[in-house]
Nanobody, 123 residues
Framework: QVQLVESGGGLVQPGGSLRLSCAVSGITLEYYAVGWFRQAPGKEREGVSCHSSLDGTTYYADSVKGRFTISRDNAKNTVYLQMNSLKLEDTANYVC????????????????WGQGTQVTVSS
């Protein structure tokens, strides 16, 4: 069984920070590309940030560049998303995913998904 369990979401004021975690079990994370996606009401699912160990590349959506950082701890089989300078438009359900492939910001490239953690940015 492969499981991805997100944590770290919550309510934060604009300009604040959160760090999301995704604990992965059932696979060896170092062999997988990982990604964070988000979806807000009225918007399509968006690839926020991804990292591939196959080609060593990292992707960030233009909307989060300079504010978000993806990282992984392969020894702990955990993926992180550090989110700084949060904006109202960052409010969404954030989901982590893993897949065997090269870097991709598109959902079809990932076959394992978590349930998500809610991030709400509000004053």
């Amino acid at each position: 069984q492969v499981q991805l369990v997100e944590s770290g979401g919550g309510l934060v004021q604009p300009g604040g920070s959160l760090r999301l975690s995704c604990a992965v079990s059932g696979i060896t994370l170092e062999y997988y590309a990982v990604g964070w996606f988000r979806q807000a009401p009225g918007k399509e699912r968006e690839g926020v940030s991804c990292h591939s160990s196959l080609d060593g590349t990292t992707y960030y959506a233009d909307s989060v560049k300079g504010r978000f950082t993806i990282s992984r701890d392969n020894a702990k089989n955990t993926v992180y998303l550090q989110m700084n300078s949060l904006k109202l438009e960052d409010t969404a359900n954030y989901v982590c995913a893993a897949g065997r492939g090269f870097l991709s910001p598109y959902p079809y490239a990932y076959n394992y998904w978590g349930q998500g953690t809610q991030v709400t940015v509000s004053s």
